[in-house]
Each structure stands twice: as C-alpha cells, then as structure tokens.
C-alpha cells in the first residue's frame, strides 16, 4: 500500500473530522469564488450591454450628459488616422410600457446600412425581449422618451440577427423616430467609431479627443457604466471584506482540526518514525492529506461558490425587479477557488505539522508530553508587531495620509492584520486571568471547578487557542454588527431626508446603478401639478459627466422654496445651501467630495456640452446614489450647462389633508399613460425590506461566527482533553467519577468559551469606531455611531450559549 | 573479537532535565553484544532499561558515551540518519504493540518495506513470509482490531523482522500478554536469534531472562556484574 493509500484510509477512517475540514475548506474557497462571480457580474452587466452595441474595437463620442450636437461631426472624424469608419447615432435610453413591468430599454437609431434600421414608426424588438413583454411582431408598442410617448409598430428581431447586432438590450428605431421620440431635432448625441485593426488604441484615442471640438469627448463603450465604479468598489470592498473574514475563519477550524488530528495520530507519526520513515516522509503523508483535503475542497468550493453567486444576483435582481445576466464561472474563478482552497489546506495542515513531524519519535511516544513545538516564544512580538502595523495602516488611512487608491487596497489587509495581532495580544493572556480566579470559581463550581481551571492554566498554549476563538467572534461580531447597523439606520434617515415626497412617477422602476434612466417630457409635471390634491411637483434628472476627470451623477432638482430642503445636511445649513444652490453652486456627496479632496468653498470642473465648467462647491451632504459619487445642482443651473434632458422621476406632494385624492389622480393619470407610480410608503417598505434582508443577512452572518466560534472551541476543548488523558486517568483512578470528570470538561469549555466575551465585546466596540474613521476617511462617509444592545448582547450571549453547547456536547474522555 | 559484537555501549550516560530537575537514568552503563546473541536486558524498575534500548534503537541520544551498532556510532548521527539506519539495521518490537488501526496485518508488516521504497508487489510477498515465519499467514486480511493481544505482537514482530535486520529490539513484548501468549512471543523472539542476527529484549520476568544466551543485569543506571562474554 503505498502512502496515498495510507493518507486516503487515514481521512476515511474519521468521517467526522474529515468532513468539518473539508467543508471548512469549501465554505472559505466558495465565499471568495461567489465574491469574484458576483463583481465580474455585476461589471459585466452593462459593460456587455454597451460593448455588444458598439463593438468591441470601439470608441465612442458623445456629449456630457447625453446632450445632442451635429451629426456633420462624424465625417472627419472617419478621416483620423486609425479610424476606419464613424457612424452617427442616437442612442438614449426609453420606457417601455408593459402589462408586465414597465422596464428601461436602450434605444438605438443609426443611418441605413450601418446597423439594423427599420423603417419609420417601427420598432425592431429582439425576439427574447419581445417574448419577455408579451410583444408580437406587428402589435402595438409604446415608448417613452424625452419629447414624449411614442407609439409605435412591433418587428421582431431574430435571434441570429439579434447576435449580429451585439446585445438582447435594445430596441432599434430609425434615425427620425429617435430624433423624434428624444426631442433632437436634426442632432444625433453619439459618433460610433470603429477602429482599425492593428491600429494602437491609445494613439487613435489621442488623436480623436485632439480633433474634437469643445464639449465633445470621447470614451470606450463599457465607460457609460463608470458611474457605477463607486458603487461597485464599495460592493467589492465589502465583499473582498467578507471573503477575507470568511476564509479566516476556514482556515481556524481547518488548523483546529488539523492539530486535533495530529494530537490524535502521535503515537502513529511515532511508529511510522520507529519503522525508519524519515521526518520528510511522514511531512509527505500530511502534505498529501492537504493536497485531497485542498484539491476536493477546492472543486467543491469553487461550484459552491458559482451557485452561491448564482443565488444572490437572483434575488437582488428580484428584490431590484432587473433581470441579471446569470454569473459566469470562468479560469479565474476556478483558479482563486482552488488556490484558495489549496493555500487555506497547506497553510492550516501541513505548514504547522512540519515541526510536528520533526519532532524525535520518543517525545511522540510520550502521552504525558505536551504537543510538540507548542511552546513559541515569538507569538507574542509577532503579534504585537502585526498589531502595530495593522493600526498604523488603518491610522493613515484615517486620516488620509494615504492615497485613496493605496488606502482602499490596504485596507483589507491592514484590518486582517489588527484581528490577528489582537487575538495574539489577547488570547495568551486569558488562560492566566481566569486561573487567578481560581477561588471564586471553586466557590461556585466546587473541586471540579478547580481541577478544571488548574488543568488548563498548565497547558496555556492550547488553552490560549481556544479562548481567543471566543475572542476573535466576539470582536468579529460587535464590530461588523455596530458597522452595519449604524450604516444603515444612517441610510434610513438620508431616504427620510432626501425623498420627501408622497408619490414618484417615472417612466420604469428605477436602475440601481443610475446608467439606464428613462426621460419624461418636462410638461408632465405641470399636468400632475394640476391634478385633484396635487400641492406641488418636483423634478429630478440624473445626468452622467465628469467631475475633475471622476465619473458622477449629476442630481439635477427643482427645489420648492414652500418645503423644506431635501437634502441629508449634517449641520443647521440648509437655508444657506438652498440659496447657495439657486446661485449656481453644487452641493456634493460626501464620498464625492472625499474622492475629489474638495470642500465647502471649493471650486470643481464639470464636462459640460459647452466645454468645461467651475462650478462652487457650497456643501457636503449626505448621498448614497452612484455610491457616493453624486452631486446636487438646481434644475435651471443643470439645464444651462447640460441643456434639456427630460425629468427622471417627478415628486409629487400632496396638499395637507388629501394625500388620497392626490393618490387616485395620479394613478389613473399614469395607468392611461404607462408610467410607473411610487408611493411613498412603498419606496419606505423597499427600504425597510431591504435595510430588513441586509440586518437579516447581517444576523445569519453573526449566527455563522458564532458556530464558528462553538466548532473552534469545541476543538481546542477537545485537544486539551486529549493533552489531559492522562491526568483524566489519574483522576479517575484516585476515584472521581466519571460524572465528575465529565463536570470538569463540562466547566473547562463554558469557562474557554466565555472568557474571550468581556474583551471581544471592548475591543468589537473599538473595531466599529475604527472601521467608521476608515471608512470616513476612505470613502467620506461619516457614520454616526450608537451602541447598539442588541448586536452587544446577542454576541456575547450567543458566545455563552456555544460555550455551554460545547459543554454540553463533551464527551467523558 | 570485536569484528563479532553487534552491540557496544561504552561509558554511556543519559541524563533528562536540566538544572535541579535534572535525573540520569544512565550513569556509565558499558556492555557488549555478540552477533546472534540472545540478550536479556532486565534490573529493576527505573533502572535505565528502556532508556538503554531506546539509544540502542537511535530513539535517543546518549548524554555522554557511545553506542556502536554494528560498529557504526549512531550517537553521531542526525535525526534522519539514525531513522534510515534504523530502518535498515534494526527491528523494533514494542510491549503495546503500536500496530497501525487502519492497516491490515499485511500491511502493518510491509510499511516499513514501503517507506522504504520497496515496490507494492516485493513488500508484500516479503510481508506474507514474514507472517507466515509467525504463523499468522491466515490472518494477513485481518485488523488488528480483530485479533488477539498474543496474535498482535506477534504481528509487531512479522513487522520487526520482514527488513531483515541484525538487531532486533524488544521493549517488554510480553508485558501486555497473559503466560501463555508471553511465552508464545518469547519463544518466537528466541528462535529469531542467530548466526545473523541479534536480539536484545528487555524484560522484568526473571523466569524469561533465565533462557536467554545471556542476562545483563542494571541497577540504578549502570551495568552491574559482568558487562558481556567477550570480556569487554
């Protein structure tokens, strides 16, 4: 039998273990393959979308904020060297009614013979989005665009047709029904460029921008989704957070189990030694265990995870009402979630038995050693020194003596190494604390009690480990929780501030990345402003540009002076900044203004169809649209600089009194229209659903850390019990009782368990007031912080209750 | 002479702890072994017995002294040289078996075979005689779960011989086993001695030692009477 054999017999023989190691190993690989999926998918919704219309050896030249100009702009620039042809185009986004849901579609017009045209007052619908919409060629279909509602004849677009035009996404219209439908007159607001092959992007690039006039400006297809870079980091950053923690977590429980495991087979590593298997050769039976344990991990994780990530695009596109494009399980995938699963096996297996393995036979044959190697004089410098290194990164990044990008990218890394530095602070002094409690726990618990303190306070280094996994939940626990409910009962209040209006009326449900916005005539909102209870309508547009060089969204608005200002200002400044906003300032978005480096009083540069434009910074407020990259702008100072672009939503407030009336109206006015309505206490209930599903999420997630806490516990409990065998033997023979012995354990695991709760919860409450610096410091936004009971209570209690539950579950060794 | 001594232990100490807790279960024990001797190694408890054969086997490392196997001085060698010395030289027979749970008898007999690279089909055949030398060829499938304590050692012993090496040691063999199967295990180690091959046994029964080729006796750390026959 040779030594796969022999390492495959060894994992078949304890089930049990072998399973929790390797469904440690999965949950860690499939955390961070479901992190990967999901952001590839969530990049690559709208990057495929725009690429597939363009091409993908594209460029595009557009106006900043998708506003008109000549289409006589397109014919030199076909001469510019490396471009081979530059077609005109409208491209805008429309509303498409439905019995369904009403839904935002790219609409695209270009000139015959450059890309599907059909003829006049007919609309080309792909045919999976004709199906999806009841539709059928030579039916009726409306559209909504910024000159109005469009009525239009159905012609479906096969398939094979739909391949060659690059995306499902679209409808295709001829060049005056787009003109029409989007108020352009004669203009066009795109120039498809196609680039020549083997031409070199970046010159051709250079040479476009350098030809084009002022106000034009020239972008990759997939740069129309910029605006959701913000969005996308924040997402990311939280889940390369997530995968961090989780793959932490995998790699404990596999080291746990692993140095159970190893306690278990001493004497066999010794007989293996005795029979002349030199130490490498005994390293080699555990590197191959690592190698099954990480390769099967690995596979199993990396499905786990596309599943996973499968899961959760459904139910955001659910919860959000958008179809995502399922996620797609790539090299790169398979390649993290088996390296991953690789790296955790190896590092938690097979690096800490090497020394293990070296250790002289006798010494293994030894029941009353301790384990071999345990006693490391460096862990304690070691982790003061990662400790030392965590909290500096962090502290730069505080206080943005860090770039953002540096910051950003450090910060994971930097907080994995504050955990790590404090559970090794912390942790190796938890065993001597409670045995200096020896009298008052054998007032409490009796002799058992006693034994139980004294047994684990002479094995410090195992009983170490299982306390500081307490510890680490613990922290773990409260900081994440406090973070995270702070956060989102801040964007409670900002939808409570920012949205004060009893109905919305748009023309579909709207894009969580703010990149597909269906524009409505102007005029709506005078006919809602006349209907029955209607006090006052208000306008909002979002306009994608630039600001000094950063993508944002420009939240152009029409404030009514009778309200109070809807903006989520910190400080008493609202009448100041409203009369600031009517002169022409902008108000920014605290992540804005924090990427920008700007404040109150500064000046930024907005691309502007008139070319670029200074524009006063008069206040910071809090915003969560575009993921913080926004930036608030009267109505009339956004239409000058931008021209007209339509109202995106329209806010309609009732009078005092007749909210109901209003109501009725203006869903019988929009039902005949084909517009979607938004009652006020429905975009509360989304919020409330979704603040409610992340809490949940939140929860379920604290609820993991707890059992893996227990499960941790549970390991060195169990280690140390195998490290006791004998002074259990001594015990039992000078007549306690087995009932006794099994008290002592008993006490032994409530006491690990727990004795990390009181530090974790300190330090968990210090974590979240650091994580709330960095993130202010990072991303700009300031979040107030409150102590919140139930997240203090609910991890140091569920840390309580794993600890007996460990307790209950020891077994009389 | 002394081209024919398997065994020479020369002035050995050995000495455990450090400071006041310091204790030597050797203090100068010196002894010779001829080849194809039968060696009983017994004295009283704490006397240094095992201590000794645990440096005959390499286990260990004499504090001061030297142990010559086979006139190579393993005191001298590194951790790894002293296994793949062991593995080549010398059979290790324990008193509580330490067959592996997850082998077979089979297998149990041909690890050491096939950590030393011995291909699947030698180690084997090579287990299967060895076994059979034990009589336990019919029990080759068997764990040692399901055999007795006697058939076990006796299994330990297949184990300690299918390398064929000069020197066999045996810690205790007989000290978990009832009278009859202590005899069986003995009886099987006695007949392992020969022109060849050595065997050194360490055993607290005095009735056992009396029919061993030769007694060396130890008390409190050191050989006491005559050190060998070959006048050492």
């Known amino acids: 039998m040779g030594l796969w054999a022999y390492t495959l017999r060894d994992i078949a023989r304890r089930p049990g273990r072998s399973l929790f190691t390797l469904s440690g190993i999965a949950v860690g690989a499939a955390a961070a393959v479901a992190a990967l999926v999901t952001i590839q998918a969530a990049r690559g919704q709208y990057r495929e979308l725009f690429e597939g219309l363009a091409g993908r050896s594209a460029l595009e030249v557009y106006a900043p904020g998708e506003a008109g100009f000549d289409p006589a702009l397109a014919e030199p620039l076909a001469r510019v060297p490396g471009i081979r042809a530059a077609f005109p185009e409208v491209q805008a986004t429309g509303g498409l009614p439905s019995w369904r849901s009403n839904a935002a579609v790219v609409v695209r017009a270009c000139r015959p013979g450059d890309g599907p045209s059909p003829p006049d007052g007919v609309v080309l619908v792909p045919e999976q989005l004709a199906d999806a919409h009841g539709m059928r060629p030579g039916g009726r279909l409306r559209l909504w665009g910024t000159a109005g509602l469009g009525d239009y004849t159905v012609s479906v677009l096969p398939p094979a047709e739909t391949r060659k035009a690059g995306s499902a996404g679209f409808v295709a219209v001829s060049l005056p029904t787009a003109r029409r439908l989007f108020g352009l007159g004669e203009q066009i607001n795109l120039v498809r460029l196609v680039v020549e092959d083997g031409a070199d992007p970046r010159a051709v690039r250079e040479a476009v921008a350098s030809a084009l006039p002022p106000g034009l400006c020239i972008r990759e297809p997939s740069a129309r989704a910029d ?49 002349g298997a030199p130490a490498r050769q005994v390293e080699g039976v555990l590197f191959r265990s690592a190698l099954i344990f990480g390769a099967c991990g690995g596979v199993l994780g990396t499905l786990g995870g596309a599943v996973l990530s499968w899961a959760f695009l459904r139910g955001a596109g659910a919860a959000a009402g958008l179809a995502l494009a399922p996620p797609r399980l790539g090299w790169e995938e398979i390649a993290l979630g088996l390296g991953l699963a690789l790296g955790v096996s190896l590092g938690a297996i097979w690096l800490p038995a090497r020394r293990f393995c070296r250790t002289p036979p006798l010494t293994l044959f030894r029941p009353e050693n301790q384990v071999p190697g345990e006693p490391r004089h460096w862990t304690t410098p070691a982790a003061l020194g990662c400790l030392a290194i965590g909290l500096w990164v962090l502290a730069e990044c505080a206080t943005g003596r860090l770039s953002l990008s540096t910051g950003r990218a450090a910060f994971p890394p930097a907080l994995a190494l504050t955990l790590a530095g404090l559970a090794g602070v912390v942790a190796p002094r938890l065993p001597p604390t409670i045995a200096g409690l020896e009298r008052p726990v054998r007032f409490v618990f009796g002799v058992e009690g006693a034994l139980a303190v004294r047994l684990f306070a002479e094995r410090p280094d195992g009983a170490a480990r299982a ?39 748009r023309g579909a449900p709207p894009d969580p990345g703010f990149v597909l916005n269906v524009p409505l005539p102007e005029s709506l909102g005078d006919e809602l402003r006349a209907l029955d209870g209607v006090a006052g309508v208000d306008r909002i547009a979002f306009v994608p540009t630039a600001a000094n060089g950063a993508p944002v969204l420009v939240l152009a608005r029409t404030f009514a002076p009778e309200r109070s200002l809807p903006l989520a200002v910190r400080a008493d400044e609202a009448d100041a900044l409203r009369l600031a906003l009517a002169r022409g300032d902008a108000v920014l978005a605290e992540g804005l ?39 608030y702008l009267d109505w009339d100072t956004a239409a000058s600089l931008f021209g007209p672009s339509g109202a995106h939503i329209f806010l309609v407030a009732a009078h005092t009194g007749q909210r109901a009336e209003a109501e009725s109206a203006v ?23 979704l603040t409610r599903g992340l809490t949940a999420g939140l929860w379920a997630l604290l609820a993991v850390v707890v059992v893996i806490a227990a499960l941790g516990v549970a390991n060195g409990v169990a280690a140390l019990a195998i490290e006791q065998r004998d002074d259990v033997r001594c015990l039992r023979a000078v007549g306690m009782s087995a009932r006794r012995v099994r008290r002592m354990l008993r006490l032994q695991a409530v006491l690990l368990g727990t004795a990390g709760a009181p530090g974790g919860a300190l330090c968990g409450i210090a974590l979240s007031l650091a ?43 | 002479m002394t081209d024919e001594r398997s065994v020479v232990v020369h002035h050995v100490t050995k000495v455990y702890g450090v400071g006041a807790a310091q204790v030597a279960a050797l203090r100068g024990a010196s002894t010779a072994v001829r080849a194809g001797e039968f060696v009983a190694v017994t004295g009283p408890s704490g006397c240094g017995k095992s201590t000794l054969l ?47 749970g997850i082998l077979t008898a089979e297998e149990n007999v041909a690890l050491p075979l096939t950590l030393g690279g011995v291909p699947a089909v030698t180690a084997t055949r090579k287990a299967r005689a060895a076994l059979d030398r034990v009589g336990l060829g019919a ?94």
């Open chain 1, 667 to 689: 869903v019988r006015y929009c039902a005949g229209r084909g517009l979607s309505v938004q009652r006020n206490r429905e975009l509360r209930t989304a919020v409330d659903e």
């Open chain 1, 467 to 505: 306390c500081g996994v307490g510890f680490v939940a613990v922290t773990l626990a409260v900081g994440f929780g406090h973070s995270v409910l702070n956060a989102l009962a801040d964007v409670r209040a900002w939808t409570d501030r920012a949205i004060p209006a009893d109905l919305l009326v």
């Open chain 1, 227 to 275: 605006i959701t870079r913000g969005l996308r980091a924040a997402a990311s950053c939280g889940l390369t957070g997530l995968t961090a923690v989780a793959l932490g977590a995998a790699g404990y429980i596999v080291f746990g189990l692993a140095q159970l495991n190893l306690l278990a087979r001493r004497s066999e590593f010794a007989v293996l030694r005795t029979l």
């Open chain 2, 139 to 232: 029990r080759a499938k068997h764990r040692p779960t399901e055999m007795s304590g006697g058939e076990q050692q006796r299994v330990a012993v297949a184990r300690a011989i299918v390398t064929d090496p000069s020197l066999i040691l045996a810690d205790e063999p007989t000290g978990n086993l009832d009278a009859e199967n202590g005899r069986a295990v003995f009886d099987l180690l006695r007949g392992l001695a020969g022109a060849r091959r050595t065997v050194v046994l360490v055993t607290h029964d005095p009735a056992l030692a009396a029919r061993a080729d030769r007694v060396v006796r130890l008390a409190d750390g050191v050989v006491v009477g005559v050190p060998d026959a070959s006048g050492l």
């Open chain 1, 593 to 631: 203004a924090n990427t920008l480096r700007v404040s109150a009083g500064d000046f930024v540069s907005l691309d502007t169809p008139l070319g670029p434009r200074r524009v006063r910074v008069a206040g910071v407020v809090v915003e969560f649209a575009a993921g913080g990259a926004a930036l």
């Open chain 2, 54 to 100: 645990h440096l005959l086997a390499g286990l260990d490392t004499p504090t001061t002294g030297t142990v010559l196997i086979n006139g190579t001085d393993i005191g001298r060698l590194d951790e790894d040289a002293r296994t793949a010395f062991r593995g080549r030289h010398i059979g290790v027979v324990f008193q509580s078996f330490n067959l592996l």
């Open chain 1, 771 to 813: 994580l709330d610096r960095v993130i202010q410091g990072l991303w700009g936004y300031q979040v107030p912080f409150q102590i919140r009971w139930g997240v203090l209570s609910w991890s140091v209690g569920g840390s309580i209750l794993a600890a007996l539950a460990v307790g209950a579950a020891t077994r009389d060794h």
